[in-house]
């Protein structure tokens, strides 16, 4: 008899029994469900075995007996549901609950964390949004940026300790003039589909992203055998192996645009392989036959809910930070604390306590919010105009409208990284003649992306700093992919972004390659913009000074930097908060606790 059927017969248990103690006699249960004695008999030792009820017969015939119904049909059910997700059969689990979406944040609450079990180690961490794009080389915000550097290789990595590029897919490497560059492939690397890299797999992927600006540079890219690839530059590039630890570099199958759903689903050479990604969960595991070294984590899945704070994490009604949270998040984290690890930035808003208390690792991003001025809007052709609005919405007065409770998370800005110091030219800052005072109705747009928790409740002040100039902002939101292309005629553009390590040459790298970006950073001078690009490559202009021209004029101008924070279980090891809110999966583990049979959960 198939368990569900089993199921059907409990259920009529409690239908007939809805008490769930009874004292009766085998014969009367027989009649109940239609059935023989000697079927019934075994119907009940199943159903106690599944640990569902308990029966004490009585010694005789026709003797009453004991029958206790430990679950009700709605325990029942979430008894089932927390078998599934076990299985990490989370759809099953959820369409099973259906509405009952409390049920499914409690069961998550127990679910998240850390497991070891028989030396087989899994990591369930929560989070707030899908990722079903996970393809190298298009818009890739911070979070998807750290996955697709765990699914793909590139030719080179960057060392974290050193900042410098190293040996990769690629043990090495030569140039002539930093003009003309030979890289050598490692032999015998394997897709996670088993396929062997060759090196036409890296032909394919480089020329893909060759029409980019950031790679415009990579004119001719050959085969030379089975393991040699050859590239020829337009310009010389002394940091070319550096340029190619970019995540738009990794590595893809030669064949990926002809393999269907493969932007949720890729395939790559790095240490962990996707199993499962759609809109309740991301699965990846690590990969047996990775040519480096295996990672630890033996599964690590991503688990997406959508509830209401309250829904998931049970935080109570009102009061400015709940009020808050649940303005700013209307599709809300499941709280850091459900998790054994407590794995989130600022951006979480789970955070309890001011920046001072104990939480394992902490410090400002690398990186952070930004208002970009449109070059295209006819409002800020003068630089005096981007400084008026630079003074209405700037962060210091920003952030005296935030509850007091989540002040001490954010950092006004003074440059893109938290230890720069870049102001705008001095000068006079006058409302745009298009803009005129004293005429209602005149409306600037922002736009931001979705699906991120802050920037809606940013907007919102905005609109209440410009209401009081007359002037009504109009909020444009739209898919990220939308957002990075910048193709939308907006005034203004709120964003957010993280620089890994290097942070300085990754802030160059990143006003060069945002799509967004190219149409304003110069102003819309698009020669100032190559000549900017050349002497970046050839490193006589950092990414910093860079940086300084784009704030002087006016056209970027710096919000907020978060606080980073990640907490961590006294058994984990290796784990450590990158710029990116991440951490690496191939270096953390769990000590498992002692004892034969003990689980840490």
């Known amino acids: 008899m198939s368990f569900p059927r089993l199921e059907q017969h409990y259920r009529r248990l409690l239908a007939f029994y809805p008490e769930r103690e009874v004292t009766l006699t085998l014969g009367e249960l027989a009649d109940k469900l239609c059935c023989s004695k000697r079927h019934m008999r075994g119907l009940l030792l199943r159903m106690q075995q599944a640990g569902w009820l308990n029966w004490q017969p009585s010694a005789g015939r026709g003797h009453q007996s004991e029958l206790v119904l430990y679950y009700s049909e709605a325990q029942l ?108 492939l490692r032999p015998a690397v394997r897709f996670h589909d088993g396929r062997e890299l060759t090196s036409e797999d890296v032909v394919v992927s480089l020329q893909r992203i060759a029409t980019q600006p950031l790679f415009s540079h990579l004119s001719r890219i050959n085969t030379r055998g089975r393991l040699t690839v050859e590239i020829t530059l337009s310009q010389p590039d002394p940091r ?36 499962e990604n759609n809109r309740l969960h991301l699965r990846m595991r690590a990969f047996d036959h990775y040519f480096g070294l295996r990672g630890l984590l033996d599964e690590i899945e991503v688990i997406v809910w959508p509830l209401t704070l309250k829904q998931a994490a049970g935080l109570p009604q009102g009061g400015a ?79 005296q409208r935030f509850v007091p409770a989540i002040r001490p998370f954010w950092i006004p800005a003074a440059s893109l990284m938290p230890d720069w ?19 209602p109705g005149r409306v600037l747009r922002l736009a931001f992306h979705r699906q991120h928790p802050e920037f809606e409740m940013l907007a919102r002040e905005m609109q209440h700093l410009l209401q009081a100039q007359d002037i009504v902002l109009e909020l444009i939101e739209q898919d990220y992919e939308e957002w990075a292309g910048g193709e939308e005629s907006a005034d203004l553009w709120l964003g957010t972004v993280n620089f890994p390590v290097p942070e300085t040459w990754n802030a160059g790298a990143w006003l060069f390659s945002l799509p967004l970006l190219r149409h304003s950073v110069s ?24 940086t300084q ?27 450590r908060l990158n710029n990116l809110g991440w951490f690496d999966f191939t270096r953390a583990w769990m000590a498992p606790a002692t004892g034969p049979g003990n689980e840490e959960q």
């Open 77 to 184: 059910l979430l008894r089932k549901a927390e078998q599934l997700l076990d299985e990490g059969d989370i759809r099953s689990a959820v369409g099973l609950l259906g509405d009952q979406q409390q049920l499914v944040a409690g069961l998550l609450r127990q679910k998240l964390g850390y497991q070891v079990r028989e030396d087989y180690q899994s990591l369930r961490i929560p989070y707030y949004r899908t990722m079903p794009n996970l393809a190298p080389g298009t818009p890739l915000r911070r979070s998807e940026i750290h996955l697709v550097k765990q699914i793909f290789s590139g030719l080179t990595r960057v060392n974290e300790q050193t900042g410098l590029a190293e040996a990769d897919l690629a043990h090495f490497w030569s140039h002539r003039d930093f003009r003309d560059w030979t890289f050598h």
């Open 240 to 275: 070319l192996p550096l340029l190619l630890t970019d995540s738009a570099a990794l590595i893809l199958p030669a064949d990926f645009a002809s393999r269907p759903g493969f932007a949720a689903s890729p395939v790559g050479t790095g240490p962990y392989l996707v199993e």
């Open 321 to 399: 930070e709940a009020q808050y949270r649940n303005r700013a998040q209307p599709s809300a984290w499941l709280s850091s604390s459900l998790s054994d690890i407590e794995y989130i930035s600022g951006q979480a808003l789970s955070l309890t306590g001011p920046p001072g208390e104990d939480c394992g690792e902490m410090f400002p991003e690398k990186g952070g919010y930004f208002l970009l001025c449109d070059s295209r809007s006819p409002h800020w052709q003068q630089s005096t105009a981007r400084r008026w609005i630079r003074e209405i919405l700037n962060p210091y007065t920003l952030i």
């Open 421 to 439: 110091l870049h102001r705008m030219s001095e000068g006079e800052a006058v409302r745009p003649d298009s803009l005129p005072a004293g005429e």
């Open 523 to 546: 102003g819309g001078d698009a020669e100032r913009f190559t000549q900017w690009q050349h002497a970046w490559r050839d490193e006589s202009l950092q990414g910093k000074q860079l």
């Open 549 to 575: 021209q784009v704030i002087h004029d006016g056209w970027l101008q710096p919000l907020f930097h978060h606080w980073m924070r990640l907490k961590s279980p006294g058994q984990a090891q290796g784990i």
